[in-house]
C-alpha cells in the first residue's frame, strides 16, 4: 500500500504562521467586493460599424465618407445621445446613411412607440423586426431602424443590413 502525503502546509501551520493583523477600519460596514468584468467593446464609428465588405463596396462605388447633414430621415438624434450617424456620398445623388445607437428596452419600446405612430411598419424583410419608414418619396428606397442586443440602426437603404454585424449574426 502506498500513502501519499501533502508537501503544502496544513492549515494549522499556516495559521500559525500568519498571526492575525488588528483591523485599522473605523466602519462597520462591509466594503463592496469588486466583480470581474468582461472587457468593454471600443464603441463603434463610421468606420468600424460595419463589416469590410461594406467599405469595399463603398469604395468600389465612388462613395467616400462625408460629414452627416441630414436626411429624409433625420438620425441627428443617434449621435447627439451618444451614437453615430453616418453617411457616404460620390458624385451623383446617391447617399448611404447609417447610424446607430445604445438604447435600453425601456428606451427601445418607447422608439418603437414613437415609430408605429409615425406610420412605420414592422416587417421580417430584410431581418425580422424591420421598422420599414413611410413611403414619402417614390424616388427613393425607404430605409428603416432595426433594434437588437441593445442598439438601434438605421439604413437608408434595407440591403444596408447585411453588412451589420449584430445582424448578419442574429
Known amino acids: 500500500m502506498m500513502l501519499l502525503t501533502s508537501c503544502s502546509p496544513t492549515a494549522a501551520e499556516v495559521v500559525a504562521s500568519n498571526p492575525p493583523v488588528a483591523s485599522t477600519a473605523t466602519s462597520s460596514t462591509p466594503s463592496a467586493t469588486v466583480e470581474p468584468t468582461e472587457p468593454v467593446a471600443e464603441a463603434p464609428t463610421c468606420v468600424t460599424a460595419l463589416t469590410e465588405d461594406a467599405y469595399t463596396d463603398f469604395e468600389t462605388s465612388g462613395l467616400a465618407l462625408r460629414d452627416y447633414q441630414g436626411w429624409r430621415t433625420d438620425i441627428q438624434f443617434m449621435a447627439d445621445d451618444?451614437?453615430?450617424?453616418?453617411?457616404?456620398?460620390?458624385?451623383?445623388?446617391?447617399?448611404?446613411?447609417?447610424?446607430?445607437?445604445?438604447?435600453?428596452?425601456?428606451?427601445?419600446?418607447?422608439?418603437?412607440?414613437?415609430?408605429?405612430?409615425?406610420?412605420?411598419?414592422?416587417?421580417?424583410?430584410?431581418?425580422?423586426?424591420?421598422?420599414?419608414?413611410?413611403?414619402?418619396?417614390?424616388?427613393?428606397?425607404?430605409?428603416?431602424?432595426?433594434?437588437?442586443?441593445?442598439?438601434?440602426?438605421?439604413?437608408?437603404?434595407?440591403?444596408?443590413?447585411?453588412?451589420?454585424?449584430?445582424?448578419?449574426?442574429?
Do not use: H, M
Open 82 to 170: 451618444g451614437g453615430i450617424a453616418c453617411a457616404w456620398q460620390g458624385q451623383g445623388d446617391v447617399v448611404v446613411i447609417f447610424g446607430q445607437l445604445p438604447l435600453t428596452s425601456t428606451e427601445w419600446e418607447t422608439k418603437r412607440t414613437e415609430l408605429v405612430a409615425t406610420g412605420y411598419v414592422e416587417e421580417t424583410d430584410p431581418v425580422a423586426g424591420y421598422f420599414n419608414e413611410p413611403d414619402t418619396d417614390p424616388n427613393y428606397i425607404d430605409g428603416g431602424f432595426v433594434y437588437r442586443d441593445g442598439n438601434l440602426f438605421y439604413v437608408s437603404y434595407p440591403a444596408v443590413t447585411q453588412w451589420i454585424p449584430a445582424l448578419v449574426s442574429a
